[in-house]
């Protein structure tokens, strides 16, 4: 049930169909709530432990509670201009409440290992089917609506293309992990899903896409170096990169990204390198230098638009730290850095079926991390922490069971007054 709806809300999303039922409400919502309500019945009926990723849950509860105080302080107490407060509330909803809800009806909707695989194959099969749409769609095959930005590059199913990238560089290396532990033609399904993907990537011509996606390898190929055959994967490397290599000198999106990524990035002017971000950068830390508090508080949720800004923050970390201060700085920062350190530990002991799939995931999320210092994602928040929860289950059943010791008994156990013979019947005291 779960595989299933996370592949039918990313085909919502690829197929452009509009489900909103009101604000801040849609049939996809309201699907993930019906979802919550069935486990939340089961977990209560079967007496299930609400003390799975703790650390995890206690830090999305303190950043939405904090949240929740600074939009009533910033709404009602010091109403800033132009701050809207049902908006930023129902913003606070759709950005942290329900990735929030997603993450727990995947981390207790799923039970075992095998089940968790079962949905992570669904997710990944969602994200070919957005990659191989998106492709379809710019080769005149399909007609979904996908536009090209201005200056030429691919908008796919997450839309903005900075945006895609990152979601694309998520589930690459699940692919990888998949081809790697199938045979025969599932191999080559997973293989050509992964070089796809590739190619949507290359697309995007998004430098945050892969300077994330070259920091993870980097960061990836360190911490398991111990468990990678260098010699096993250089042939596949080397495959991947020559079809890579034919396809961007077939395309249009070639040239493109060999111009973003040589050309502009080479630029000796900082805010041309960056496409203007170290200015936006200067000026939201200027904005906090006027009130140095907030460096500590933070203006409030939602409160950067209300000031005269023309671009978004274009950095997740920043937009944290402008709006909610020190405390969303760390609890958001700690969601996804905690879950990838949790999922590194477990691969250590797991399962060979199980290990591949947290290495896929931790290298995955890594690129992400690496991606949002660039982009500010939105759409692709809501499979992540699908893909979380689902890992976060894997992890928790990846862990080895601790011994426990035996309980003390302090009483000497009571005898019954009337014991029973082999038969039964009471037994009668002798005179």
């Given at each position: 049930?779960?595989?299933?709806?996370?592949?039918?809300?990313?085909?919502?999303?690829?197929?452009?169909?509009?489900?909103?039922?009101?604000?801040?409400?849609?049939?996809?919502?309201?699907?993930?709530?019906?979802?919550?309500?069935?486990?939340?019945?089961?977990?209560?009926?079967?007496?299930?432990?609400?003390?799975?990723?703790?650390?995890?849950?206690?830090?999305?509860?303190?950043?939405?509670?904090?949240?929740?105080?600074?939009?009533?302080?910033?709404?009602?107490?010091?109403?800033?201009?132009?701050?809207?407060?049902?908006?930023?509330?129902?913003?606070?909803?759709?950005?942290?409440?329900?990735?929030?809800?997603?993450?727990?009806?995947?981390?207790?909707?799923?039970?075992?290992?095998?089940?968790?695989?079962?949905?992570?194959?669904?997710?990944?099969?969602?994200?070919?089917?957005?990659?191989?749409?998106?492709?379809?769609?710019?080769?005149?095959?399909?007609?979904?609506?996908?536009?090209?930005?201005?200056?030429?590059?691919?908008?796919?199913?997450?839309?903005?293309?900075?945006?895609?990238?990152?979601?694309?560089?998520?589930?690459?290396?699940?692919?990888?992990?998949?081809?790697?532990?199938?045979?025969?033609?599932?191999?080559?399904?997973?293989?050509?899903?992964?070089?796809?993907?590739?190619?949507?990537?290359?697309?995007?011509?998004?430098?945050?896409?892969?300077?994330?996606?070259?920091?993870?390898?980097?960061?990836?190929?360190?911490?398991?170096?111990?468990?990678?055959?260098?010699?096993?994967?250089?042939?596949?490397?080397?495959?991947?990169?020559?079809?890579?290599?034919?396809?961007?000198?077939?395309?249009?999106?070639?040239?493109?990204?060999?111009?973003?990524?040589?050309?502009?990035?080479?630029?000796?002017?900082?805010?041309?390198?960056?496409?203007?971000?170290?200015?936006?950068?200067?000026?939201?830390?200027?904005?906090?230098?006027?009130?140095?508090?907030?460096?500590?508080?933070?203006?409030?949720?939602?409160?950067?638009?209300s000031f005269a800004f023309r671009f978004s923050p274009h950095?997740?970390?920043?937009?944290?730290?402008?709006?909610?201060?020190?405390?969303?700085?760390?609890?958001?920062?700690?969601?996804?850095?905690?879950?990838?350190?949790?999922?590194?530990?477990?691969?250590?002991?797991?399962?060979?079926?199980?290990?591949?799939?947290?290495?896929?995931?931790?290298?995955?999320?890594?690129?992400?991390?690496?991606?949002?210092?660039?982009?500010?994602?939105?759409?692709?928040?809501?499979?992540?922490?699908?893909?979380?929860?689902?890992?976060?289950?894997?992890?928790?059943?990846?862990?080895?069971?601790?011994?426990?010791?035996?309980?003390?008994?302090?009483?000497?156990?009571?005898?019954?007054?009337?014991?029973?013979?082999?038969?039964?019947?009471?037994?009668?005291?002798?005179?």
């Amino acid at each position: 049930m779960l595989g299933i709806t996370s592949f039918f809300l990313l085909a919502t999303e690829v197929l452009r169909w509009d489900l909103s039922l009101t604000a801040g409400l849609s049939a996809k919502n309201l699907v993930i709530y019906l979802l919550a309500v069935f486990i939340g019945l089961r977990m209560v009926v079967q007496r299930t432990p609400l003390v799975a990723a703790g650390g995890l849950q206690s830090a999305w509860l303190i950043l939405i509670a904090y949240a929740a105080f600074t939009w009533l302080i910033a709404g009602i107490v010091i109403n800033y201009q132009g701050y809207n407060l049902i908006e930023s509330g129902i913003k606070l909803k759709t950005g942290l409440f329900d990735p929030f809800i997603f993450f727990l009806v995947f981390l207790f909707g799923v039970r075992s290992s095998d089940d968790a695989l079962v949905v992570i194959k669904w997710l990944l099969f969602g994200a070919l089917f957005a990659n191989l749409a998106t492709i379809a769609d710019h080769a005149g095959i399909v007609n979904l609506g996908f536009q090209e930005r201005i200056d030429g590059r691919t908008q796919g199913a997450m839309g903005e293309s900075n945006q895609y990238a990152a979601f694309i560089i998520l589930f690459v290396p699940g692919m990888i992990a998949a081809a790697i532990g199938a045979r025969g033609f599932w191999r080559m399904f997973w293989l050509g899903g992964a070089l796809l993907s590739c190619a949507a990537l290359s697309m995007t011509a998004s430098r945050g896409g892969l300077v994330g996606a070259a920091l993870a390898l980097v960061i990836g190929a360190y911490m398991f170096r111990h468990l990678v055959s260098y010699s096993r994967s250089a042939g596949w490397v080397i495959g991947s990169i020559i079809v890579l290599v034919l396809f961007m000198s077939l395309s249009q999106y070639g040239g493109l990204l060999t111009e973003r990524v040589l050309g502009q990035t080479s630029n000796i002017d900082a805010t041309e390198a960056s496409s203007g971000r170290t200015e936006i950068w200067v000026n939201l830390f200027s904005t906090m230098l006027q009130q140095p508090v907030t460096f500590i508080t933070g203006y409030g949720w939602d409160v950067y638009w209300s000031f005269a800004f023309r671009f978004s923050p274009h950095n997740h970390y920043f937009s944290l730290w402008f709006n909610l201060g020190l405390c969303g700085l760390f609890c958001g920062s700690y969601l996804l850095f905690s879950s990838i350190n949790r999922a590194r530990r477990a691969s250590l002991t797991a399962e060979p079926y199980v290990r591949r799939y947290l290495i896929a995931f931790v290298i995955g999320a890594i690129a992400v991390c690496g991606a949002v210092f660039f982009v500010e994602l939105h759409k692709p928040w809501m499979f992540y922490w699908m893909y979380a929860g689902t890992v976060m289950r894997l992890v928790l059943c990846a862990e080895p069971v601790a011994h426990t010791r035996p309980v003390l008994q302090w009483r000497r156990p009571r005898v019954a007054s009337n014991p029973r013979d082999v038969y039964g019947w009471n037994g009668r005291r002798s005179a």
